[in-house]
C-alpha cells in the first residue's frame, strides 16, 4: 500500500470512529512528519464538519441533501443539453435558409409535355429554375395570386 492511501485509510478511520489505539498512534506519527500528511488531514476535517453540519441543519431534509448531490449532477447535463438544442436550431435555420424559395404553384396541366428541371405535377411547388412547356396547356399561380396561363408551343 503506497504512503498518501495509507493517509487516506487511516484519515477515514478517524473520522468514522472506527480507529484502533495502534492506527491513532500510526496517523499521530504520520501527522508529526508529514506536512502533505497534516494538509491532507484539515482539509478532510474541513470537509467532514461541512458535510455534518449540512446533515443537521434541521431547515434542511434529509431528502434536500440528496436533492443537492442531484443538482449539482443535473447542471452539466442541463448545460449540454441547452448547447445541443442550440446546434439543432442553428442546423434548423441553415437548413431553411438554404432552402429554394417557393415563388408558384402549377395549377393544372392539360396534355402537358414539359422540358424542365422542375416538377410538372398539378399541385407542385414551383422555385427559380428551368421551366418550359414543349406541349399542351399549364395554369401557373404566382404567391401575389397572379395566375398565367401557358399554351405550347
Not at 36 to 44: D, P, S, V
Not at 76 to 83: D, N
Not at 108 to 116: I, M
Not at 119 to 142: C, D, M, Q, V
Request: hydrophobic residues 40%.
Amino acid at each position: 500500500m503506497n504512503e498518501e492511501k495509507r493517509w487516506h485509510e487511516r484519515i477515514a478511520q478517524y473520522q468514522t470512529g472506527e480507529i484502533s489505539d495502534d492506527e491513532f498512534a500510526e496517523l499521530e506519527r504520520i501527522l508529526e512528519e508529514s506536512e502533505e500528511a497534516r494538509k491532507l488531514f484539515h482539509q478532510a476535517c474541513r470537509i467532514d464538519t461541512h458535510l455534518r453540519r449540512e446533515a443537521s441543519n434541521p431547515a434542511i431534509e434529509a431528502s434536500d441533501v440528496g436533492e443537492k448531490v442531484v443538482q449539482v449532477w443535473f447542471r452539466p447535463l442541463v448545460w449540454s443539453a441547452a448547447a445541443a438544442l442550440v446546434v439543432w436550431l442553428g442546423m434548423l435555420g441553415w437548413n431553411h435558409g438554404n432552402r429554394p424559395e417557393i415563388i408558384a404553384e402549377l395549377v393544372s396541366a392539360e396534355d402537358a409535355f414539359w422540358e424542365s428541371s422542375l416538377p410538372t405535377e398539378p399541385g407542385s411547388k414551383l422555385t427559380k429554375g428551368y421551366f418550359k412547356l414543349k406541349e399542351g396547356i399549364a395554369t401557373i399561380r404566382f404567391r401575389s395570386g397572379a395566375e398565367m396561363m401557358v399554351e405550347a408551343p
